[in-house]
């Protein structure tokens, strides 16, 4: 099971991912290095996708649709791909320095009204943005 595999050291299309820094419902996310750029990226990989041609073509239609996205506030799609050897379906991005929204209501607590309205203003401008190209993200973070 996907879940239960540390794909750190892997190599993954031309990334090798070196530390898991997040996991949600839909798959692992690793921090990662391309190594022809020497530049740190993220891979996100499906979690138990078990060869299913339909979660196959569903994944690399929105990792192609999500290359189209460029926007200031939208992390950049690298690369995709599907790595039969590892059962792996992949995607590498850039990797946006910060911290998730979480982290900083964690830390910080809630946002006055000050500074939730232009946050998101931010968040909606890319949402629409996606929206022109036909692109609904069903799990903003």
């Not at 595999?5 to 993954?12: A, F, P, Q, T, Y």
């Not at 196959?56 to 690298?78: D, G």
């Amino acid at each position: 099971m996907m879940e239960d595999r540390d794909l750190s050291g892997l190599v993954v299309g031309e990334f090798i991912p070196r530390e898991q820094i997040g996991k949600g419902g839909y798959g692992v996310v690793y921090r990662a290095e391309q190594l022809r750029l020497e530049r740190d990226v993220v891979v996100k990989v499906l979690r138990e996708w078990r060869g299913d041609e339909v979660s196959r073509v569903r994944f690399l239609r929105e990792a192609r649709l999500a290359s189209l996205l460029t926007h200031p506030y939208a992390a950049h799609v690298y690369a995709a791909g599907v790595d039969r050897d590892e059962d792996l379906l992949w995607i590498a991005m850039e990797l946006v320095p910060g911290v998730s929204f979480d982290a900083w209501l964690t830390a910080r607590g809630p946002m006055s009204l000050e500074q939730f309205v232009p946050f998101f203003e931010c968040v909606a401008e890319v949402v629409e943005a996606a929206h022109v190209l036909g692109i609904v993200h069903r799990d903003l973070k």
